[in-house]
């Protein structure tokens, strides 16, 4: 008889009590010892560092007061301490809360008092950021400063801040945790409301990791190189892929059209990650030979805009799949080397099951569009709910199907094209953002009366965001003045580039303002353009 070359599969590696991070970081540090798992900056832990480092940094937080069930709050950017963080709750059984850095005002106030965190640690460079939240309002009571501490004079007498402690020498042993027990807390924007908590189970991280691998062909000894943002999916499924198939993640600080491929060929990067705009932005460089000297062989990059995938693969030789995920699912749809289509998503993926569905959730014919619900066959390889949030955690697993709100198209094949959004919510730059969170901020200015918020396409075949205002009557405001009363009440990249000051609003029989005229009508010859004014934003 042939000799068995079937080569155990991750699926088949961890039984389903074991799909834990716990159990995934013990486990993968008996087998892969001293090979390199985690780099950022000049940060190098192996396998079986990163198992002694968490273990010990868990202590600390366990001194700290913060127990199974507890959640910590991040405010940082791409650093080894936000990884270590993230996964010593695991460990402890607690619940991190990475927030993204650009947050301020209304949503972070929002986030911090949803969550409810009592522990807030904040890279220095972010600091800021707390100057436009009441802090004495939330139940915050401890902060830790990773970095220079800058002005710490400015907390409110209420709030300990202190420097990041050392995560000294005493380890503890993991807290005993169960695939579908909470992980994570990832915060998507609300589309018709506040931003929404996304509680991530363990076990959900543990197939992010096995399907996304799968699909990119991800196999021991690759190199992952991530320079997305460590609080976003992405790039903690890039951390799970490189710890579940024995391969490393290369974590750099942010995205650099000018050093990407640097990067690459520096750190011998076999697979990397890249959003749709990315795209353009780099074959707009001019090429060069550092483009092919890099081992990369292929890039998840979903949104890539349609005819640019050929190109991008003969100048670099990196193959781009497309695919669909969200915070709330996983990577339920995507192509592969073996079945990719140009202009298409893909085919559904192991595990998983998708519809396109009517209003009343009834499944449509293949070529109608319709709405995308999706359902996991696997335990605890989605999302559990929105935290805090029962009814909406209702309404989005309507029928038990996780509602997308994403408008797609099926053909006989079983793949599955992207065409709009179905929601009130805008993405640029592979954020998304609440056009609902805007508005709120917009009607605060003085001489608003009302305010819509909606996308416009952009030069980079992604949204912008556009903002359709009615002014109070007999007072007069400059589309200049709106930009910068939003500043530092908004993330940077959620204030509008485009304004347009209007007398009315299209609006339903009751009121309700139809966005999707302000859609189609999009840009006028009187709509302001920020850029074209040469306005440049605070980060």
């Known amino acids: ?73 991040l405010i940082a950017g791409n650093s080894p301490e936000l990884i270590e963080i993230v996964l010593a709750c695991g460990w402890l059984g607690a619940v991190s809360v990475p927030i993204n850095t650009a947050s301020r005002g209304f949503q972070l106030q929002h986030i911090l008092g949803n969550c409810a965190a009592r522990l807030l640690i904040v890279e220095a460079e972010f600091l800021p950021a707390l100057a436009t939240i009441d802090l004495a309002r939330l139940p915050v009571d401890t902060i830790w400063v990773i970095g220079a501490a800058g002005d710490e004079a400015a907390m409110p007498a209420a709030i300990q801040a202190r420097a990041f402690p050392d995560r000294g020498d005493v380890a503890i042993a993991p807290a005993t945790v169960a695939p579908g027990d909470p992980f994570i807390i990832l915060y998507t924007s609300g589309t018709t409301g506040p931003s929404k908590g996304v509680v991530c189970p363990h076990g959900q991280f543990f197939w992010w990791g096995v399907v996304t691998g799968r699909q990119l062909g991800v196999v021991e000894g690759d190199v992952l190189m991530t320079t997305l943002p460590l609080f976003h999916t992405n790039a903690l499924n890039c951390f799970f892929q490189a710890l579940i198939h024995g391969a490393s993640q290369r974590v750099e600080r942010r995205f650099s059209v000018s050093g990407f491929f640097e990067a690459l060929e520096t750190h011998g990067a076999t697979v990397t990650y890249l959003l749709g705009a990315m795209v353009p932005m780099l074959l707009s460089r001019e090429p060069s030979a550092v483009e092919s000297r890099h081992k990369a062989r292929v890039a998840l990059a979903p949104g890539v805009p349609a005819g640019l995938h050929d190109a991008f693969l003969k100048r670099t030789g990196i193959l781009l799949l497309d695919g669909f995920g969200t915070t709330e699912s996983n990577a339920v749809i995507g192509s592969t080397r073996d079945n990719l289509r140009a202009n298409w998503l893909g085919k559904v993926a192991d595990g998983f099951e998708a519809i396109v569905a009517d209003a009343d959730d009834n499944p449509v014919p293949d070529g109608v569009p319709g709405e995308l619900l999706l359902r996991a066959r696997e335990p605890f390889s989605m999302a559990s709910g929105y935290f805090g949030m029962p009814e909406k955690t209702v309404e989005a697993w309507r029928n038990l199907w996780l509602h997308t709100g994403d408008r797609v198209v099926r053909n006989a094949e079983g793949y599955f094209r992207f065409i709009d959004r179905m929601k009130d919510a805008i993405r640029r730059r592979g954020e998304n953002i609440s056009s609902y969170e805007v508005e709120q901020v917009l009607a605060a200015h003085p001489a608003v009366g009302v305010a819509a918020v909606f996308p416009v396409s952009s030069e980079l075949a992604e949204d912008e965001v556009m903002a359709a205002i009615v002014l109070k009557e007999g007072v007069e405001v400059s589309p200049t003045e709106i930009v910068h009363f939003c500043e530092g009440k908004l993330s940077y990249f959620a204030i509008p580039r485009f304004i347009e000051f209007v007398e009315d609003l299209p609006r339903t029989e009751n009121g309700k303002v139809q966005k999707f005229k302000l859609r189609e009508r999009g840009r006028s010859a009187t709509t302001w353009d920020r850029d074209a004014a040469g306005i440049v934003l605070k980060r």
């Open 1 to 73: 008889m042939p000799a068995d070359t079937h080569s155990p599969q991750p699926a088949e590696l961890f039984a389903p009590p074991e799909r834990t991070v716990p159990t995934l970081l013990e486990r993968q540090a008996a087998r892969f010892g001293d090979r390199l798992l985690f780099s950022c900056g000049d940060a190098r832990w192996s396998y079986a560092d990163l198992c002694a480092i968490v273990a010990r940094r868990a202590k600390v937080l366990q001194d700290a007061g913060i127990s199974t069930g507890d959640r910590v709050a």
